[in-house]
């Protein structure tokens, strides 16, 4: 974290930078995740599930990758969704100690040109959030409670299935909590633990499981996301649910 500050003082503290954790090698999530203001492109995330705006964004995908199963098509977008999402988000967390703000109703959302999703704009820069050794649920907590069950209803109302979404989350919402915890191992409670901290059901109990293969630890994939039906994307090698997928270049 001290680096990451370090490395935003001296570019100014640019106002353009949301946290100071995204920066070096994240440097990236700070196009992915800005002030709402700043998103000029940007629509209510209400407001674009509601009005239409997300099946349009699905109907321009759809034709970007040839009119293929349209199951593939919105699983494939959900994926732009929820990296752009949980990456910064958990980053911000817990190596800037910043809580962004992450509630679906006050969030805005920019598109590519092909309707994937770009970026998300937040209201403001959030608060402190204390830093705790925790099993994931600490970090990802706001996220189960105040965004994700919203946007996997709208997904699932698309016609996925809201299991297929949730992995879809998990394989996210795994990486980002892994590439903050190295020394650590995997946060593996937030994946086999039935119940949420609340004692409410775990949704992402299951998606993600721990595979030893050619000498390699694999986060592997409960349900396949689909992308082999999509022309032109990769697999995802060996993470992917479906042993017949896990080989295809």
């Not at 203001?37 to 099946?55: A, C, I, K, Q, Y």
């Not at 600490?138 to 016609?159: D, M, R, S, T």
Request: hydrophobic share 40%; with cysteine; glycine share 10%.
């Amino acid at each position: 974290m001290e680096s990451a500050q370090h490395h935003v003082a001296d570019r100014g503290q640019s106002a353009s930078i949301l946290s100071p954790a995204f920066a070096g090698e994240h440097a990236w999530c700070s196009e992915k995740m800005v002030l709402s203001t700043e998103l000029s492109d940007g629509v209510p995330l209400p407001r674009f599930f509601g009005d239409g705006g997300f099946r349009q964004a699905i109907d321009r995908y759809a034709e970007a990758c040839g009119d293929s199963d349209r199951r593939a098509v919105v699983s494939m977008w959900s994926l732009y969704y929820f990296s752009t999402l949980s990456i910064p988000y958990v980053l911000a967390r817990r190596l800037a100690a910043q809580a962004l703000p992450i509630a679906f109703d006050e969030m805005t959302i920019a598109l590519q040109e092909n309707g994937l999703p770009r970026a998300f704009g937040v209201p403001h820069r959030g608060g402190h959030a204390a830093v705790e050794e925790d099993d994931g649920f600490g970090a990802i907590g706001p996220l189960l409670e105040q965004h994700l069950p919203e946007a996997v209803a709208k997904l699932n109302a698309c016609g996925i299935s809201a299991k297929l979404c949730w992995n879809n989350a998990a394989v996210y919402l795994d990486y980002a909590l892994r590439l903050t915890r190295p020394a650590e191992g995997p946060d593996l409670t937030v994946f086999v633990r039935g119940c949420l901290p609340d004692g409410g059901v775990n949704p992402l109990c299951g998606s993600v499981r721990y595979v030893e293969e050619d000498g390699e630890r694999v986060a592997r994939r409960k349900i396949c996301c689909l992308r082999y039906m999509l022309p032109g994307v990769p697999s995802c090698g060996k993470p992917c649910a479906l042993p017949s997928q896990r080989n295809v270049q």
